[in-house]
């Protein structure tokens, strides 16, 4: 396992105990005026966006260092170290000026991506690969760092803010939150907006319901966006709460990330999002009904639970018992792939919230 060092403090005290830098990985260092730091054996070591003066350059390399130079004129950040907070994705937002959602970084690195189509050039697509792989790293350090069994909540983008679905959601989300999961979901809107608006202001959802719902929905178009993405701005969120992160993409850039999650980890490829989510929610993952994707994320998430590709099986929470046993019957069939394994214990169909978040904390503290 490669040491993969972010922080140019890091670095220093990594070289003043001693240590060469062979097989290390620097991320997004400004080295300019640090030639003494790489004065070292660098066999193996691979420098990622690095700043280098020219002569350093050449002895790195000299020395058997890997660099990789940033890549120039990309509207996002190749080499991360960090996921995004919504401030970031919506710096420049003016809630006034609904249609400046066009400038923000969120929309312009969409439409770039629309730009280069399904299939980029090679430069392109090699530096959404590696962006993709940053957000992977940051994701694990951020779940590691606080530690909390993360739940993941899967369902529909297409609630309304002012349904009795999206109320709902919003209290499982507060639900989540009082148990002390850290909580996953799309990112989007939707049911992956209402849980984490939960999550974070657990006794005021009636009010914050009724306030989200005087822009319902978020349709096409920057200034649509706009309107929807100024009022879930417009409410307050306080931070010392359970953490929640989105994972949405730009696949789907057309649907806006939400700004009520803590952090989004946002991806370019769709593939690796999801299958990166259904991995990550080690401490299980709740169903609420949902389309096609959703029923996607049923079967991708029951196919690691049955090969236990990724771990030992975690919960699956279906949530709307009529839902997933008659209008998409997708709960009993995966029932029926499960019996008599281990994962079959840990399969809930269920209308009660409180029925499914015991499950999950008993399957926490196993």
Avoid at 293 to 301: I, K, L, S
Wanted: contains cysteine.
């Amino acid at each position: 396992m490669r040491t993969e060092i972010t922080d140019l403090t890091a670095l220093r005290e990594h070289r003043t105990a001693g240590h060469d830098l062979r097989d290390v990985v620097l991320v997004g260092l400004d080295l300019t005026g640090e030639d003494d730091l790489l004065r070292t054996a660098l066999d193996g070591a691979v420098l990622l966006g690095c700043e280098l003066s020219s002569k350093t350059r050449r002895q790195a390399e000299a020395a058997g260092a890997l660099i990789f130079p940033a890549i120039p004129d990309l509207p996002y950040q190749v080499y991360r170290t960090t996921l995004y907070t919504p401030a970031e994705l919506f710096a420049g937002f003016d809630p006034a000026r609904p249609e400046s959602y066009a400038n923000t970084p969120d929309a312009r690195i969409y439409q770039h991506s629309q730009e280069q189509g399904r299939t980029p050039d090679p430069l392109h697509a090699l530096a959404e690969r590696l962006h993709d792989h940053s957000i992977t790293s940051a994701l694990g350090e951020t779940l590691a760092a606080h530690r909390n069994p993360a739940v993941a909540v899967m369902g529909g983008h297409a609630l309304t803010r002012d349904s009795a679905g999206y109320l709902a959601a919003m209290r499982l989300g507060a639900a989540l939150g009082r148990a002390g999961f850290t909580v996953l979901t799309g990112g989007g809107p939707g049911a992956m907006e209402a849980v984490p608006y939960g999550v974070r202001m657990p006794d005021h959802i009636d009010e914050l319901h009724a306030e989200l719902a005087k822009a319902p929905r978020f349709g096409e178009g920057a200034t649509a966006i706009g309107q929807w993405l100024a009022a879930g701005l417009a409410c307050e969120l306080p931070d010392s709460t359970p953490l929640t992160i989105g994972i949405p993409t730009w696949f789907y850039g057309h649907e806006p990330p939400n700004p009520a999650c803590h952090w989004h980890a946002k991806y370019f490829a769709n593939s690796v999002r999801e299958d990166g989510l259904l991995t990550v929610a080690t401490g299980g993952v709740v169903y609420t009904p949902g389309s096609a994707g959703t029923v996607q994320e049923v079967f991708q998430d029951y196919t690691q639970n049955h090969y236990k590709s990724v771990g030992p099986a975690a919960p699956m929470v279906f949530l709307d018992k009529g839902f997933w046993t008659t209008d998409v019957p997708a709960a009993p069939l995966v029932q029926q792939l499960a019996r008599g394994r281990d994962a079959e214990q840990w399969i809930l169909v269920t209308d009660d919230v409180d029925e499914a978040v015991a499950l999950l904390q008993k399957y926490s503290a196993a």
